[in-house]
């Protein structure tokens, strides 16, 4: 996130897309009008999630990706970053200092897709609406420090915060703050299906088999307003079970992109045997991975036992044994891309050591070998996901301090068993809302967070987490956000393994690629072409 103020410059430097690597001169696939983008994000809805799109509800990088091509926002990040511009809005801004009066005031002539008045009330009733129903996904905590939402007449809109906070314009940013139909949606209740009724750029139509989303057509909405510019009509996101399957259609031209979750195996033969009219393109990513635990679990519930843990845990080895070139290795929660990032579990733990763990453990009258199954999901980040917590479950194993084994489950399965605390520990992916530091603390340690976790430390939720809100310098917040890593890293609520970069491949008629995916991870299909820039 980088706010007028923000300029944080570890992260200016990912900025720019990278070209890897590039085939020959050959076309595209020419299926007429619509681009088609391949991914391995798998769109379900299930007895657990049945309202997969409600952006009351809806908390993960692939769904936003569709929310953000039907549901618009007030404000939205640019093009290359930097902080939020008008959208919906013609303008938005704080009108005092303390950071806790945020208005905006809507474009003339706003419609939804149906053609129906966009107004300052659907404003009002789809932010209260997301704080009303509270889902237990974790999307609400965004929003939760608003106080009372006034309205005046049909155009204006004014937040009042409980207390100050300088992020506000990007947590509005978000499809959790999306623009819905008053007509089209509950006030109290999620809507279920695939259904989504906005005033974006595009309107959607899932295509569905099985309870599950095959592929999600995107046509231009002919009643936008707003400050996005299309570069195309029709763009289909197409879902695919493996890396493999949706490589082989990029290939015989049935797609012309394919983006995340590509397997660190494609990227490695892309880069160094390129494919005629294939393109393969590093673009800026700030994902990072993690175990969490539930610290209610007896098995976990000793710190000692997740400090161990943390003492044993090769980063550098799991990261280049399953992830090679696409993968560092991150010893805090927040990336050391970004300018508040400290290696706190480094200098706390050091270099893997088992003599260090076995000390924790003795000390705290733990007794070896400690007996732990660690969950994943095994269709939601990428087929190195199962490899990663095999290597983990060596690692442990092998100091012979724990009796480790490992369990995957379908994210559809796996999702709803993590928030309802039914694993110990488990793994987890976050791609960030927005690029501030904030964004990878406060999903982790604040109240109704994304883990839904037991852990509280009053320290970070009273003090910490709101003094670093206050600075519109961000870089006047870093000593709040040290202190919130070296808690982390002392009571390993979390244990950060590593952090990521992102790609995509193409084929070569298609532009706009290298703006189509930012680095939150979000996709952005409108900026997609066919032919020469």
């Given at each position: 996130?980088?706010?007028?103020?923000?300029?944080?410059?570890?992260?200016?430097?990912?900025?720019?897309?990278?070209?890897?690597?590039?085939?020959?001169?050959?076309?595209?696939?020419?299926?007429?009008?619509?681009?088609?983008?391949?991914?391995?994000?798998?769109?379900?809805?299930?007895?657990?999630?049945?309202?997969?799109?409600?952006?009351?509800f809806a908390y993960d990088t692939g769904v936003w990706n569709v929310l953000r091509q039907?549901?618009?926002?007030?404000?939205?990040?640019?093009?290359?970053g930097g902080r939020p511009v008008p959208e919906a809005a013609s303008q938005c801004g704080?009108?005092?200092?303390?950071?806790?009066?945020?208005?905006?005031?809507?474009?003339?002539?706003?419609?939804?897709?149906?053609?129906?008045?966009?107004?300052?009330?659907?404003?009002?009733?789809?932010?209260?609406?997301?704080?009303?129903?509270?889902?237990?996904?974790?999307?609400?905590?965004?929003?939760?420090?608003?106080?009372?939402?006034?309205?005046?007449?049909?155009?204006?809109?004014?937040?009042?915060?409980?207390?100050?906070?300088?992020?506000?314009?990007?947590?509005?940013?978000?499809?959790?703050?999306?623009?819905?139909?008053?007509e089209k949606y509950d006030a109290k209740k999620l809507r279920d299906g695939f259904e989504?009724?906005?005033?974006?750029?595009?309107?959607?139509?899932?295509?569905?088999?099985?309870?599950?989303?095959?592929?999600?057509?995107?046509?231009?909405?002919?009643?936008?307003?707003?400050?996005?510019?299309?570069?195309?009509?029709?763009?289909?996101?197409?879902?695919?079970?493996?890396?493999?399957?949706?490589?082989?259609?990029?290939?015989?031209?049935?797609?012309?992109?394919?983006?995340?979750?590509?397997?660190?195996?494609?990227?490695?033969?892309?880069?160094?045997?390129?494919?005629?009219?294939?393109?393969?393109?590093?673009?800026?990513?700030?994902?990072?991975?993690?175990?969490?635990?539930?610290?209610?679990?007896?098995?976990?519930?000793?710190?000692?036992?997740?400090?161990?843990?943390?003492?044993?845990?090769?980063?550098?080895?799991?990261?280049?044994?399953?992830?090679?070139?696409?993968?560092?290795?991150?010893?805090?929660?927040?990336?050391?891309?970004?300018?508040?990032?400290?290696?706190?579990?480094?200098?706390?733990?050091?270099?893997?050591?088992?003599?260090?763990?076995?000390?924790?453990?003795?000390?705290?009258?733990?007794?070896?070998?400690?007996?732990?199954?660690?969950?994943?999901?095994?269709?939601?980040?990428?087929?190195?996901?199962?490899?990663?917590?095999?290597?983990?479950?060596?690692?442990?194993?092998?100091?012979?301090?724990?009796?480790?084994?490992?369990?995957?489950?379908?994210?559809?399965?796996?999702?709803?068993?993590?928030?309802?605390?039914?694993?110990?520990?488990?793994?987890?992916?976050?791609?960030?809302?927005?690029?501030?530091?904030?964004?990878?603390?406060?999903?982790?340690?604040?109240?109704?967070?994304?883990?839904?976790?037991?852990?509280?430390?009053?320290?970070?939720?009273?003090?910490?987490?709101?003094?670093?809100?206050?600075?519109?310098?961000?870089?006047?917040?870093?000593?709040?956000?040290?202190?919130?890593?070296?808690?982390?890293?002392?009571?390993?609520?979390?244990?950060?393994?590593?952090?990521?970069?992102?790609?995509?491949?193409?084929?070569?008629?298609?532009?706009?690629?290298?703006?189509?995916?930012?680095?939150?991870?979000?996709?952005?299909?409108?900026?997609?072409?066919?032919?020469?820039?």
């Amino acid at each position: 996130m980088n706010r007028k103020t923000l300029v944080l410059p570890a992260v200016l430097g990912l900025l720019a897309p990278v070209l890897v690597a590039c085939g020959g001169a050959q076309g595209g696939s020419g299926r007429g009008d619509a681009i088609v983008v391949g991914t391995t994000d798998q769109f379900t809805a299930t007895e657990d999630d049945s309202a997969p799109f409600d952006p009351a509800f809806a908390y993960d990088t692939g769904v936003w990706n569709v929310l953000r091509q039907t549901v618009q926002t007030l404000v939205h990040v640019p093009r290359g970053g930097g902080r939020p511009v008008p959208e919906a809005a013609s303008q938005c801004g704080f009108t005092d200092r303390a950071s806790e009066r945020y208005k905006c005031t809507l474009r003339d002539g706003l419609r939804f897709a149906d053609g129906g008045p966009v107004t300052a009330e659907d404003v009002k009733f789809s932010i209260q609406r997301v704080l009303d129903i509270k889902a237990d996904n974790g999307a609400a905590a965004l929003l939760a420090n608003i106080d009372t939402i006034e309205t005046k007449g049909d155009t204006e809109v004014v937040f009042h915060l409980k207390s100050p906070d300088a992020t506000f314009p990007y947590k509005l940013s978000t499809p959790v703050a999306g623009i819905l139909s008053r007509e089209k949606y509950d006030a109290k209740k999620l809507r279920d299906g695939f259904e989504i009724d906005g005033s974006g750029p595009y309107t959607m139509k899932a295509e569905v088999d099985g309870g599950r989303v095959a592929k999600a057509v995107f046509t231009r909405n002919p009643h936008y307003k707003g400050d996005i510019k299309l570069h195309n009509d029709k763009v289909e996101l197409r879902s695919f079970t493996d890396a493999d399957a949706m490589g082989k259609a990029l290939e015989a031209g049935d797609i012309d992109m394919m983006t995340r979750t590509m397997s660190p195996e494609q990227i490695k033969s892309l880069s160094e045997k390129p494919k005629e009219g294939i393109e393969l393109r590093e673009v800026p990513g700030l994902e990072i991975r993690y175990l969490g635990f539930n610290t209610k679990d007896a098995s976990v519930q000793d710190k000692a036992v997740r400090q161990a843990m943390a003492a044993v845990v090769d980063r550098g080895e799991i990261a280049g044994k399953v992830y090679g070139s696409t993968a560092t290795p991150l010893y805090s929660l927040i990336p050391s891309s970004i300018a508040a990032h400290t290696n706190s579990f480094f200098n706390k733990y050091g270099e893997p050591s088992t003599k260090k763990a076995a000390d924790t453990l003795r000390a705290a009258g733990i007794t070896t070998p400690v007996k732990l199954k660690l969950h994943y999901t095994s269709d939601h980040y990428g087929p190195g996901t199962s490899k990663e917590f095999e290597a983990l479950r060596d690692q442990l194993n092998a100091t012979k301090l724990f009796d480790v084994t490992v369990q995957g489950a379908e994210w559809s399965t796996f999702r709803p068993a993590q928030k309802r605390g039914e694993y110990a520990v488990y793994g987890l992916g976050w791609f960030p809302d927005f690029p501030d530091p904030d964004n990878y603390i406060a999903p982790f340690l604040d109240a109704d967070n994304f883990l839904n976790t037991p852990y509280v430390n009053s320290a970070a939720r009273s003090r910490l987490i709101p003094l670093s809100r206050r600075s519109a310098d961000r870089n006047a917040a870093s000593s709040a956000f040290e202190q919130l890593q070296d808690i982390v890293a002392t009571d390993v609520p979390v244990l950060p393994l590593w952090q990521g970069k992102q790609y995509v491949a193409h084929r070569e008629d298609l532009n706009g690629v290298e703006w189509a995916l930012n680095i939150s991870s979000d996709l952005m299909l409108w900026e997609l072409g066919r032919g020469i820039a």
